[in-house]
């Protein structure tokens, strides 16, 4: 199994910054992407941003310019920096993983249990 453990959220003014960490522990042969997902009230959920092993990520075009995803393999964690954040940016950051418990197994997806970000105006 593997655990996200996210931290960082929090309440920050518009035009503020946040810098959301999770990290993944338990028993794993391998992690393939790593990303963060947000969900508002009343709306579904939406891929904000992802890092694939190799480094290459991708951004909603919302975030782009403002967010930044980074990943650390020798600390399974990955990082999410936010700057110029708005009101709309206000949600339920969920950290998850593509990973594999052992060789030759599919692999599946992770979630963490999220961090709220509020953003006031």
């Known amino acids: 199994q593997v655990q996200l453990v996210e931290s960082g959220g929090g309440l920050v003014q518009a035009g503020g910054s946040?810098?959301?960490?999770?990290?993944?522990?338990?028993?794993?042969?391998s992690i393939n992407a790593m990303g963060w997902y947000r969900q508002a009230p009343g709306k579904e959920?939406?891929?904000?941003?992802?890092?694939?092993?190799?480094?290459?990520?991708?951004r909603a075009d919302s975030v782009k310019g403002r967010f930044t995803i980074s990943r650390d393999n020798a600390k399974n964690t990955v990082y999410l920096e936010m700057n110029s954040l708005k009101p709309e940016d206000t949600a339920v950051y969920l950290c998850n993983a593509n990973a594999k418990t052992r060789p030759f197994v599919p692999s599946?997806?992770?979630?963490?249990?999220?961090?709220?970000?509020?953003?006031?105006?």
């Open 108 to 121: 599946r997806t992770y979630w963490g249990q999220g961090t709220q970000v509020t953003v006031s105006s």
């Open 18 to 29: 946040l810098r959301l960490s999770c990290a993944a522990s338990g028993s794993f042969f």
């Open 45 to 58: 959920r939406e891929l904000v941003a992802l890092v694939n092993n190799d480094g290459t990520t991708t």
